[in-house]
């Protein structure tokens, strides 16, 4: 009677709720995941990303086998769920994390790597796939799915090499890894929903030009759009100071912002993550400061913990993903066939990361070589640079399905390929790369050299003015024109610093009393 009433409850539960058992095994892997990964903590050759990936293809071993080779898959991949429910907190998480400090100090060399790069990077990647893939015996691919193809192996995931790195002891360096990783995945977005628009049918000499416009047009407008948003909500916060009454309002308010900065970004067909990341920024830069210190200090926790289980569920699916056989089964290319496209791939990912890393780093040490910042990109700096950037994930993966499937199901041979190439792409340069991280890292960055590094003082810094570098009409015509040529001067020779010592001032004379944040010139920059 037991028996037959369990066998009852289980039918008629999946008759009425099919996706409860599929999502609730999907949580008892994802618990079981973590709970793994917490047991490795100690051993740093093996992180969350490779960990996630490596349960996932257990999970999937042990599904193929109870389904008698029928499917891997617990979930069925959707866009939408990437893109709508598990890439925002992971965006705004970086954002709001992100030490502003090194990263603005940073920009202009953060920007370079994450912008122009990609552009170098996917020039390489389409041009050489479309020149070896014929000969490779692969074809039907269009111009549009060669420029895709950039993009997609265009992005990066920089997750364990940060996990290596140490803020503290090497700031440069993880500020420029960290950096670039948010700036490089949101340009890849962008430039792959640009290339989307454009139309072959009618192309000439200008669609360079409009597809570097559109991307300009993305970028600025989602940034903008990000700050605008973040800056509402900072004000709302200072404004209305919800912590009097409820702490868990403040929170909500920050929460539910975040999301609705993604939502219209992508309302309005913008980039929701270049939008949701300036969100992050402005709001840890200023709205953190309007709340109670328990919902700054819970914030900043639970936002950390949504991009973690984020970021764990997708490497999670990719894992179980590598066992699809439909998709192999489908697939155009032979085994052989497809190690040999999969082996091309890796190859020019490494070629357009190395063609735009060493000689932006030149570019940028020679643009720097009149300030007096004690550090400059060292050539073990640059490799540890290029080599961050060789893994691909979940972005990749992401821009993969929405490319080649519709609700991550192709019946498409040429589009199955290149499924399972991204998937053999990400698995082997998470894996494989991921695992030689660490001793890369230890061999290029001892632990006293990486230590003396992020401790070494800037004693010829100039010393910042305690007025802004402005005209003043209490002032004589030649002393404000001399201080104006002693700050074009100042501009010219030391562009980062200068940018950044007038912004602070600007910000602490005028930002922070409306928008919040600490008034005290003295008090430890974030």
Same mark, same amino acid.
């Given at each position: 009677m037991g028996v037959g009433l369990t066998e009852f409850l289980s039918i008629e539960l999946a008759t009425e709720h099919p996706k409860v058992i599929p999502i609730s095994v999907f949580i008892v892997i994802l618990?079981?995941?973590?709970v793994i990964g917490h047991l490795l903590e100690e051993n740093r050759w093996v992180n969350e990303s490779i960990t996630a990936i490596l349960v996932g293809a257990v999970s999937g071993t042990v599904i193929l086998l109870i389904s008698k080779g029928k499917s891997s898959h617990i979930l069925v991949f959707d866009e939408e769920l990437f893109f709508i429910y598990l890439l925002p907190p992971i965006i705004f998480n970086a954002g709001f994390q992100v030490k502003?400090?090194?990263?603005?100090?940073?920009?202009?060399?953060?920007?370079?790597?994450?912008?122009?790069?990609?552009?170098?990077?996917?020039?390489?990647?389409?041009?050489?796939?479309?020149?070896?893939?014929?000969?490779?015996?692969?074809?039907?691919? #269009?111009?549009? %799915?060669?420029? $895709?193809?950039g993009t997609i192996f265009s992005s990066t995931d920089t997750v364990c090499t940060l996990q290596i790195l140490h803020q503290d002891e090497t700031p440069l360096l993880y500020s420029l890894v960290f950096g670039e990783g948010v700036v490089n995945d949101a340009t890849s977005v962008v430039l792959f929903n *640009?290339?989307?628009?454009?139309?072959?049918?009618?192309?000439?000499?200008? !669609?360079?030009?409009?597809?570097?416009?559109?991307? =300009?047009?993305l970028f600025f407008t989602s940034t903008l759009l990000g700050i605008g948003v973040g800056l509402v909500t900072s004000f709302v916060l200072k404004t209305l /100071?919800?912590?009097?009454?409820? #702490?868990?309002?403040?929170? *909500?308010?920050?929460?539910?912002? $975040? /999301?609705?900065?993604?939502?219209?970004?992508?309302?309005?067909?913008?980039?929701?993550? =270049?939008?949701?990341?300036?969100?992050?920024?402005?709001?840890?830069?200023?709205?953190?400061?309007?709340?109670?210190?328990?919902?700054?200090?819970?914030?900043?926790?639970?936002? $950390?913990?949504?991009?973690?289980?984020?970021?764990?569920?997708?490497?999670? /699916? @990719?894992?179980?993903? $590598?066992? %699809?056989? !439909?998709?192999?089964?489908?697939?155009?290319?032979? @085994?052989?066939? !497809?190690?040999?496209?999969?082996? @091309?791939? #890796?190859?020019?990912?490494?070629?357009?990361?190395?063609?735009? @890393?060493?000689?932006?780093?030149?570019?940028?040490?020679?643009?720097?070589?009149?300030?007096?910042?004690s550090e400059s990109i060292t050539f073990k700096h640059q490799v540890i640079i290029w080599w961050a950037g060789l893994m691909r994930g979940a972005v990749s993966i992401a821009l993969a399905f929405k490319q080649f499937t519709y609700s991550g199901v192709t019946l498409d041979p040429i589009n199955a390929a290149m499924v399972t190439n991204t998937t053999i792409v990400v698995l082997f340069t998470t894996l494989v790369f991921g695992f030689l991280t660490k001793p890369l890292v230890n061999y290029l960055l001892p632990h006293d050299e990486s230590h003396n590094t992020g401790k070494r003082s800037a004693p010829g810094s100039p010393k910042e003015d305690a007025t802004l570098p402005l005209l003043?009409?209490?002032?004589? #015509?030649?002393?404000?024109?001399?201080?104006?040529?002693?700050?074009?001067?100042?501009?010219?020779?030391?562009?980062?610093?200068?940018?950044?010592?007038?912004?602070?001032?600007?910000?602490?004379?005028?930002?922070?009393?409306?928008?919040?944040?600490?008034r005290p010139v003295n008090q430890p920059e974030c």
């Open positions: 618990c079981l995941c973590l502003k400090k090194k990263f603005f100090h940073n920009f202009l060399t953060i920007m370079s790597f994450g912008v122009i790069g990609v552009f170098i990077s996917t020039t390489i990647i389409s041009f050489g796939t479309w020149l070896l893939f014929p000969k490779l015996g692969f074809k039907g691919l #269009t111009a549009r %799915d060669y420029l $895709a193809i *640009a290339v989307q628009k454009i139309h072959f049918e009618s192309i000439n000499g200008l !669609t360079a030009l409009r597809v570097f416009g559109n991307f =300009l047009y /100071y919800f912590g009097r009454h409820s #702490t868990t309002r403040e929170l *909500a308010i920050m929460v539910l912002m $975040a /999301y609705l900065s993604y939502m219209l970004a992508e309302l309005f067909s913008l980039s929701g993550i =270049l939008t949701v990341f300036f969100c992050g920024v402005l709001m840890s830069h200023y709205a953190s400061y309007n709340v109670t210190e328990s919902s700054r200090i819970t914030s900043r926790h639970v936002f $950390a913990m949504l991009s973690f289980i984020a970021e764990t569920f997708i490497f999670l /699916y @990719v894992g179980t993903d $590598a066992l %699809d056989f !439909t998709k192999w089964k489908t697939s155009s290319l032979s @085994v052989a066939g !497809t190690l040999e496209v999969s082996g @091309v791939i #890796t190859a020019l990912v490494l070629l357009g990361r190395a063609a735009f @890393v060493f000689p932006l780093s030149v570019l940028t040490n020679f643009m720097n070589r009149n300030t007096q910042r003043s009409f209490d002032e004589s #015509t030649s002393t404000n024109l001399s201080r104006a040529k002693d700050s074009l001067s100042l501009l010219i020779e030391q562009p980062v610093y200068t940018i950044h010592r007038y912004w602070r001032k600007f910000d602490d004379t005028y930002m922070r009393p409306v928008f919040g944040g600490p």
